[in-house]
């Protein structure tokens, strides 16, 4: 699902620590569409000249080069953290083979650190050339510490602009460690990102050869139903002199252990940090809750395993049951909001990609004037927005609704399913008696722990269009050529495009949030209160229609929607779901002329004239508040 060509992303600016209401500052990127090849060479690992060994997180026959866009101009700062052990024992650094990626490097210097803020060894690197490695050495041999070292190069950009542009090497499999920048003056760690790992490698001596020497590497806690049999990816990293073809394996999961065997479609090749994806088959714990798993590679081709002591710890998660979550998309937008159309299409991939797991609710108050769709501020949640378009994924981390934190809000959205439904949740909904809102009941169950919750309703609306003001969508976009460097994705708004006007008429709206159980700027849904393990609840709350004349007339009744939203104490949302209202209820928005209170139906009969709760199937007569009758068939 990642686009590779032209496509304009954002990259995470704070990974170190993911605060769920921090804003994520980025810089623009785009990917190359001829990435440069660095070629790593990968033969004789074990017998290279000086009796020097390579060490790198990466060693992919060719880097995936992302482009620098907005931000040329300036210094930089790219490193890797080496650890200590894992049959590193007594190894010396003696160099660094450095990508180099563009003639605009300058004052290149390589560079060991055991901080990140001072430098143990630091020299000039010259007679650079670009897409080549460049070798250096250092003055004396240096030892890996007991906690690791860091290593890494500084450069400077040089130009005229601002909008100088060059090429960063970024390649592999993410793994911690891997890849470190400091490029707005304060060190971010990149590492649990997406991107993957920084090729730099590492010139090695006095390593003691090991024939046999792999570990396992499990990212991520892992999440199982009680009681199931499993199937964890993960890795295997191998420091050995021979190619490895199997390997069996223990993972020890409270007190139990479990004992299996992996044979590899491809051997690793013998050298230092080599890795393959792996499978390992686990049984789940009969109990729920939080357990520490250990992970170690006992034999390798039936040989023992120098490093079968190195254990690598992961959390499982143990559920009653393992349920993918709803995830809730709420979008700061607005009608005269220039650059919103580029939230829409986000939007749009979600909903295509993801389909009813995507609860998307587009939040019209980025103008209060002008926009049919607006929602007072106090008829929704608080959420405090810094700008259009944005959005969150279960109230987490503000993001662009197209880029998302990483360049495609998709890749945001697959992160956050990676955690299942900690709490499940079913939704149905009806009209009520009287036409003028919609009854909706969620029934909610905790499949671990005993969380407390309260609960949100949304009512939503697709296919929303009408004409004259308030319904044009002005676009920034229709100014703009589309040309190789622009978003695919936004083709139809450039100018000439199916949207490329600067304000778009005849124009559809989706996931509109119409009303919410808001209302005076407090939730006035029942919570549901401390949910105990195993426990189902019911909650009911009748949304409104919207008050405005204007927006219920372009009401689409095949296209109305409830969502829930189950709200943890610390205001994150543990999950989300919606469902269609049913149509084959009486389109009251289409049959009523709206124009004062006393439209309200109050009563419904049937052709014999006899009162019925609620309208059905053939003709039904409504009367209103003000007396006055019509008739509404219903097929």
């Given at each position: 699902?990642?686009?590779?060509?032209?496509?304009?992303?954002?990259?995470?600016?704070?990974?170190?620590?993911?605060?769920?209401?921090?804003?994520?500052?980025?810089?623009?990127?785009?990917?190359?569409?001829?990435?440069?090849?660095?070629?790593?060479?990968?033969?004789?690992?074990?017998?290279?000249?000086?009796?020097?060994?390579?060490?790198?997180?990466?060693?992919?026959?060719?880097?995936?080069?992302?482009?620098?866009?907005?931000?040329?101009?300036?210094?930089?700062?790219?490193?890797?953290?080496?650890?200590?052990?894992?049959?590193?024992?007594?190894?010396?650094?003696?160099?660094?083979?450095?990508?180099?990626?563009?003639?605009?490097?300058?004052?290149?210097?390589?560079?060991?650190?055991?901080?990140?803020?001072?430098?143990?060894?630091?020299?000039?690197?010259?007679?650079?050339?670009?897409?080549?490695?460049?070798?250096?050495?250092?003055?004396?041999?240096?030892?890996?510490?007991?906690?690791?070292?860091?290593?890494?190069?500084?450069?400077?950009?040089?130009?005229?602009?601002?909008?100088?542009?060059?090429?960063?090497?970024?390649?592999?499999?993410?793994?911690?460690?891997?890849?470190?920048?400091?490029?707005?003056?304060?060190?971010?760690?990149?590492?649990?990102?997406?991107?993957?790992?920084?090729?730099?490698?590492?010139?090695?001596?006095?390593?003691?050869?090991?024939?046999?020497?792999?570990?396992?590497?499990?990212?991520?806690?892992?999440?199982?139903?009680?009681?199931?049999?499993?199937?964890?990816?993960?890795?295997?990293?191998?420091?050995?002199?021979?190619?490895?073809?199997?390997?069996?394996?223990?993972?020890?999961?409270?007190?139990?252990?479990?004992?299996?065997?992996?044979?590899?479609?491809?051997?690793?090749?013998?050298?230092?940090?080599?890795?393959?994806?792996?499978?390992?088959?686990?049984?789940?714990?009969?109990?729920?809750?939080?357990?520490?798993a250990q992970f170690n590679v006992l034999e390798i081709d039936k040989m023992v395993n120098y490093l079968s002591s190195e254990k690598s710890t992961e959390k499982f998660i143990n559920l009653l049951k393992l349920e993918e979550q709803g995830v809730a998309v709420e979008e700061f937008t607005g009608t005269a909001c220039p650059?919103?159309?580029?939230?829409?299409?986000?939007?749009?991939?979600?909903?295509?990609?993801?389909?009813?797991?995507?609860?998307?609710?587009?939040?019209?108050?980025?103008?209060?004037?002008?926009?049919?769709?607006?929602?007072?501020?106090?008829?929704?949640?608080?959420?405090?927005?810094?700008?259009?378009?944005?959005?969150?994924?279960?109230?987490?981390?503000?993001?662009?609704?197209?880029?998302?934190?990483?360049?495609?809000?998709?890749?945001?959205?697959?992160?956050?399913?990676?955690?299942?439904?900690?709490?499940?949740?079913?939704?149905?909904?009806?009209?009520?008696?009287?036409?003028?809102?919609?009854?909706?009941?969620?029934?909610?169950?905790?499949?671990?722990?005993?969380?407390?919750?309260?609960?949100?309703y949304v009512l939503i609306g697709d296919s929303l269009t009408g004409k004259g003001a308030g319904w044009g969508q002005k676009n920034t976009y229709a100014t703009q050529t589309y040309d190789a460097n622009s978003d695919p994705m936004l083709k139809d708004y450039y100018k000439g495009g199916k949207y490329g006007q600067s304000?778009?008429?005849?124009?559809?709206?989706?996931?509109?949030?119409?009303?919410?159980?808001?209302?005076?700027?407090?939730?006035?849904?029942?919570?549901?209160?401390?949910?105990?393990?195993?426990?189902?609840?019911?909650?009911?709350?009748?949304?409104?229609?919207?008050?405005?004349?204007?927006?219920?007339?372009?009401?689409?009744?095949?296209?109305?929607?409830?969502?829930?939203?189950?709200?943890?104490?610390?205001?994150?949302?543990?999950?989300?779901?919606?469902?269609?209202?049913?149509?084959?209820?009486?389109?009251?928005?289409?049959?009523?002329?709206?124009?004062?209170?006393?439209?309200?139906?109050?009563?419904?009969?049937?052709?014999?004239?006899?009162?019925?709760?609620?309208?059905?199937?053939?003709?039904?007569?409504?009367?209103?508040?003000?007396?006055?009758?019509?008739?509404?068939?219903?097929?």
């Amino acid at each position: 699902m990642k686009r590779i060509f032209f496509l304009k992303f954002c990259i995470l600016l704070l990974f170190e620590v993911i605060n769920a209401y921090e804003i994520r500052a980025s810089i623009r990127i785009e990917c190359d569409s001829n990435p440069i090849s660095l070629i790593l060479n990968t033969e004789k690992a074990f017998s290279q000249s000086e009796n020097l060994v390579e060490w790198a997180y990466c060693y992919d026959s060719f880097a995936s080069i992302k482009k620098f866009k907005g931000k040329g101009v300036g210094n930089y700062q790219l490193c890797i953290y080496i650890p200590s052990g894992k049959g590193l024992e007594g190894a010396k650094i003696e160099g660094l083979k450095i990508p180099i990626t563009t003639a605009k490097m300058k004052n290149v210097k390589a560079w060991l650190s055991k901080d990140l803020d001072t430098k143990l060894a630091e020299i000039d690197v010259t007679n650079i050339s670009s897409s080549t490695f460049k070798e250096v050495r250092f003055e004396k041999k240096y030892d890996i510490p007991n906690e690791g070292i860091y290593a890494g190069f500084s450069f400077e950009i040089i130009g005229s602009s601002d909008e100088e542009n060059f090429c960063l090497p970024i390649a592999g499999i993410p793994e911690p460690g891997g890849l470190y920048m400091n490029i707005d003056k304060s060190w971010k760690n990149y590492s649990i990102s997406e991107l993957g790992v920084l090729p730099l490698k590492v010139l090695l001596s006095n390593i003691t050869p090991h024939k046999t020497a792999a570990y396992l590497y499990i990212p991520g806690k892992q999440y199982t139903a009680i009681d199931s049999d499993n199937t964890l990816k993960g890795y295997i990293i191998s420091n050995s002199t021979e190619p490895i073809n199997s390997f069996s394996y223990n993972v020890r999961i409270g007190d139990v252990d479990q004992r299996g065997i992996f044979d590899l479609r491809t051997p690793i090749p013998a050298g230092l940090h080599r890795k393959a994806e792996v499978t390992l088959q686990i049984k789940s714990p009969k109990q729920t809750g939080e357990f520490q798993a250990q992970f170690n590679v006992l034999e390798i081709d039936k040989m023992v395993n120098y490093l079968s002591s190195e254990k690598s710890t992961e959390k499982f998660i143990n559920l009653l049951k393992l349920e993918e979550q709803g995830v809730a998309v709420e979008e700061f937008t607005g009608t005269a909001c220039p650059n919103c159309p580029r939230g829409h299409v986000g939007m749009e991939m979600m909903r295509e990609y993801f389909g009813d797991k995507f609860v998307g609710i587009a939040i019209h108050q980025y103008n209060s004037q002008g926009d049919a769709m607006y929602i007072n501020t106090s008829n929704y949640a608080p959420l405090k927005f810094v700008g259009a378009p944005m959005c969150m994924l279960n109230r987490k981390v503000q993001m662009d609704p197209r880029y998302g934190s990483n360049g495609d809000i998709r890749e945001d959205f697959l992160y956050e399913q990676k955690t299942p439904a900690l709490v499940g949740l079913n939704v149905t909904a009806q009209w009520n008696e009287k036409l003028d809102g919609i009854i909706v009941t969620s029934i909610a169950r905790s499949y671990l722990g005993n969380p407390t919750l309260s609960v949100e309703y949304v009512l939503i609306g697709d296919s929303l269009t009408g004409k004259g003001a308030g319904w044009g969508q002005k676009n920034t976009y229709a100014t703009q050529t589309y040309d190789a460097n622009s978003d695919p994705m936004l083709k139809d708004y450039y100018k000439g495009g199916k949207y490329g006007q600067s304000v778009i008429n005849d124009y559809y709206f989706n996931d509109v949030a119409l009303s919410s159980s808001y209302s005076g700027g407090i939730n006035k849904a029942q919570p549901f209160g401390t949910l105990h393990e195993g426990e189902e609840m019911n909650n009911t709350f009748t949304l409104p229609l919207p008050k405005s004349i204007n927006l219920k007339k372009a009401l689409n009744k095949e296209q109305l929607y409830a969502a829930v939203l189950l709200v943890d104490r610390d205001g994150t949302i543990l999950n989300a779901a919606k469902c269609k209202i049913p149509a084959s209820t009486p389109n009251v928005i289409e049959n009523i002329e709206r124009n004062d209170s006393e439209s309200t139906i109050s009563e419904v009969f049937n052709l014999s004239g006899q009162r019925i709760n609620t309208p059905q199937k053939g003709v039904n007569i409504l009367r209103r508040k003000d007396g006055r009758t019509f008739k509404v068939i219903i097929r």
